[in-house]
């Protein structure tokens, strides 16, 4: 059962991802301008499509995070990154989702911000969770190298959101965040699905 929520898991994240990155990229213009959740806002030509994307992508962690339940915090981190994926996808923001102080916001575009940053604080705390854990197998040096790249590079990002606002360089280290936490979860359920027994009872 856990081979198979591992490997399931890996290919649910991936179709996620890919509808995502379909419609980030399908409409006419630069898909590096602006943050990526602006392709699920409402009179995006692919708004639909990608917050489905997100919401299958929350899907695909907590099929992973049930993978890896002997590790019981990491775990538990993933169902939960995986249920503010779910709530980034089904509250969409609005145009060009604005952050403040830098813009007027509204509620829904403060919900979505706020579980879109949760989420990947709280993925990247399973990452460190896994890395962390007594046992030292392709997992956890895989985690250890995700979240060597991830966390500097969140820091980077949550610095330019605050001091910056929206700006090309955040746009491009927003991609360059989630590009690192689809490997880590696609890696880590192939990973499990080929050798889960040292993470299952």
Known sequence: ??????????????AGAVVMLVALVAPAGSWWDGYVSEAGTAGQPYA??????????????????????ALKLASAALFVAAGLAAVSGLVACTDRCPLPPYEPTTVADVVH??????????????MALVWWSDLRTAVT????????????????????????GRSDLGALVERAVLFVAVCWLVGTGLLLGVRPAAYVH
């Not at 911000?113 to 399973?126: I, P, Y």
Request: proline share 3%; glycine share 14%.
């Open 141 to 164: 040096r895989l985690a250890g190298v995700c979240v060597a790249v991830m966390v500097p590079l969140g820091a980077v990002l949550g610095l330019l959101m605050v001091f910056v």
């Open 113 to 126: 911000a706020a579980a879109s940053v949760l989420g990947l604080v709280v993925l990247a705390g399973a």
């Open 48 to 69: 639909v499509p990608y917050r489905l994307g997100l919401v299958l992508l929350g899907c695909g962690v907590a099929l992973i995070g049930q993978a890896l339940r």
């Open 1 to 14: 059962m856990s081979r198979f929520a591992a490997v399931s898991g890996a290919a649910v994240v991936t």
